[in-house]
Nanobody, 119 residues
Framework: QVRLEESGGGLVQPGGFLTLSCAAS??????????MGWYRQAPGNQRELVAR???????NYADSVQGRFTISRDNIKNAVYLQMNSLKPEDTAVYYC???????????WGQGTTVTVSS
């Protein structure tokens, strides 16, 4: 069973920055074998994929965060990160990490980490 634990959220002013971390664990589990992604869910909205990184470190971003967010991974630490710059109020959401696969497969979701962008 894969366990995901997100951290690093908080309250930040518009234009500010945050770095989110995701620790993945499980018996014999290695994130190096999987594409990984950061998802977010704003109140009243469906969960959406905003950034993903392949096993080859190729990255893709949703148009809404392109140029502002950067996803990275540390396969030794079994960790995934999301650097978020130039934050906007519309970035307010609960952020989750999980695998990002072509078939949409995911592991059990962690509790997420809340990002609030407000003045």
């Amino acid at each position: 069973q894969v366990r995901l634990e997100e951290s690093g959220g908080g309250l930040v002013q518009p234009g500010g920055f945050l770095t989110l971390s995701c620790a993945a664990s499980g018996s014999g589990f290695r994130i190096s074998e999987y594409g990984m992604g950061w998802y977010r869910q704003a109140p009243g909205n469906q969960r959406e994929l905003v950034a993903r990184i392949s096993i080859y470190d190729t990255t893709n971003y949703a148009d809404s965060v392109q140029g502002r967010f950067t996803i990275s991974r540390d396969n030794i630490k079994n960790a995934v990160y999301l650097q978020m710059n130039s934050l906007k109020p519309e970035d307010t959401a609960v952020y989750y990490c999980n695998r990002a696969s072509a078939l949409g497969q995911t592991w059990p979701w962690g509790q997420g980490t809340t990002v609030t962008v407000s003045s």
